[in-house]
């Protein structure tokens, strides 16, 4: 339908050269600016998933590059052999955004985060007899065997068991159910806020709060995995906000670098010394680079009252999808600038394809789910173009 010569190209390279595990991307982006991407042939896009809730400030943006390359300019790397500023800043800020006592263990990645929640969580338990974790079907928590473990889908862990843990699998959203399997013997229950590889689905109102309790009553740890809704994402710093329940350990990562790679594991009081002296580490982890991207993120988060502004595109954006009469159309769910829209059908790879030709980048998240993350600083404008637009892409999503 259009020509892509550069693209093709790079695709068949990348192919050739690739492990087969992602099969070949359909986008070849070559540079972005703000919330706009363009692909190695100058297409231009309109980035409405922003690398996966990681581009928190879109791309290029001059707080994150002042401070990405003063930093690499200064000082790039140390290990874990020697501490620098940017990382005590940055856990000092994460700490006060949370505002309960608290300790930081900093990552590369999100399922790095889970990593360490974990190992946290099996030393809570061998002290004090429990042997088993709790997690919800369909939950996703990383790709590592640890991480795996925890994560709910069985077509990506099946074939990779047995596994490091001993994991008891709740439909989410269901308290009854976990209030049933979370004993006296359970040491921890890992839970997104809302599940995103999932399909972006909130739990029912008071889920997250019962889960407190549950976990109170049988002194299971409540680790929440944080790292695709928090920094911003829902319209709160972090999801668990929205229902007032503080976690034993929060993870997180994806929007924190706002494109550089770095993730957290937070314990709150008791679980923040759970790990002794030479218990875990990482040589990358918290490195500068990444820890001065991070507090560029917050930074301008709060500087440009981004919290405020998720809240009310966001809101533009669900109620504009929302007042689409289509067939194809059954609805839109999520919090903030981070939503699914709902299809009447198995067809999201098509409403993936279509919104790709009228320059839109969106998600084929669950066979009937199309995922919005955008960066937060997406405008109002461009909100009004996408959904302007999405009735066409679903009219050619559902003839394809
Ligand atoms: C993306 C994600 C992870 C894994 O993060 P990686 O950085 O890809 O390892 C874990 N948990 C949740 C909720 C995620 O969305």
Known sequence: MYERPASDALSKRFEAAFMPNYGVPPVALARGEGSKAWDVDGREYLDLIGGIAVSSLGHAHPALVAAVSAQVATLAHTSNLFLHEPEVLLAERLLGLLGAPARVFLTNSGTEANEAALKLAIKYGKSTGRGYFVAAENAFHGRTLGALSLTGKPS???????????????PYGDADALKNAVTAECAAVFLEPTQGEAGVVP??????RAAREICDATGALLVADEIQSAIGRTGHWFAHQHDGVLPDVLTLAKGLGGGMPIGACVGFGPAGTIFAKGDHGSTFGGNPVSAAAALAVLDTIDRDGLLDHVRTVGAQLA??????????????????????????ADRSAQVQAAAQHAGFLVNALQPDAVRLAPPLVITSEQIAAFVAALPAILDEAADD
């Open 156 to 170: 990506i862990r099946d074939q990779f068991g047995p596994f490091p843990a001993d994991v008891r699998f709740v």
């Open 203 to 208: 739990p029912p109102d008071g889920y997250f």
């Open 319 to 344: 109620e504009g999808i929302a007042a689409i009469d289509h067939p194809l159309l059954k609805g839109v769910r999520g919090r903030g600038l981070w939503l699914a829209i709902v299809l009447t």
